[in-house]
């Protein structure tokens, strides 16, 4: 059981768009602390997406955006490309832990 | 750019040791907080243990407290993790993960993410 929850599964068809959620508790999102989104390709490493919430590293395209309310974040994906089709996993750190925390994940598939 | 090379995985019995090692390359290795992060088969990311620049203060997950040891040499640029009492359940892909940030927080401070993973090793334990 992951402290933060994400729905295991979610889909659209190329061109749309698409969002992730990530629920947490008052020791970690709802205690303010940033929200990061990693983007698993099939067979690779994670890599930095979203950090700070809402800040896209360099190179990461701005179809990729982060939002934060609450205990909860969003990730959402707009133009969606086959390309995007991945596993995508937030993160953020828990003060009762003492430790980052990750979301179990999310498997987005392009229709 | 950096780089961080694993190697140091493979198949080992419930109750033995292995040794992970991470080379990095590409960036000032000293000066930011190194992470252990693995994927069980089909499973999601869980943080393992992760190492201060400064003073090389070293966490753990209560689930590898007392089992593994994290340490870093930085005049090779590397880290390491020395697993022992290994369980079924630690079977997992072990990636080395590199702080993009640092978050203080009651007194103590910790990588807030992680901006550059290396390419992992699997860790199989299994009789």
């Known amino acids: 059981q992951s402290v933060l929850t994400q729905p295991p599964s979610v889909s659209g068809a190329p061109g749309q768009r698409v969002t992730i959620s990530c629920t947490g508790s008052s020791s970690n999102i709802g205690a303010a602390y940033d929200v990061h989104w990693y983007q698993q390709l099939p067979g690779t490493a994670p890599r930095l997406l979203i950090y700070?919430?809402?800040n896209r590293p360099s190179g990461v395209p701005d179809r990729f955006s982060g939002s934060k309310s609450g205990t909860s974040a969003s990730l959402a994906i707009t133009g969606l490309q086959a390309e995007d089709e991945a596993h995508y996993y937030c993160q953020s750190f828990d003060s009762s832990l003492s430790g980052p925390v990750f979301g179990g994940g999310t498997k987005l598939t392009v229709l | 750019q950096v780089q961080l090379v694993e190697s140091g995985g493979g198949l080992v019995r419930p109750g033995g040791s292995l040794r992970l090692s991470c080379v990095a390359s590409g960036f000032s290795f000293s000066d930011f907080y190194m992470t252990w992060i693995r994927q069980a088969p089909g499973k999601g990311l869980e943080w393992v243990s992760y190492i201060s620049s400064a003073d090389g203060s070293k966490y753990y997950a209560e689930s590898v407290k007392g089992r593994f040891t994290i340490s870093r040499d930085n005049s090779k640029d590397s880290l390491h993790l020395q697993m022992d009492s290994l369980r079924v359940e630690d079977t997992a892909i072990y990636y080395c993960a590199k702080e993009g940030s640092t978050i203080c927080s009651g007194g103590s401070c910790h990588p807030e993410n992680f901006d550059s993973w290396g390419q992992g090793t699997l860790v199989t334990v299994s009789s």
């Open positions: 700070g919430d809402d």
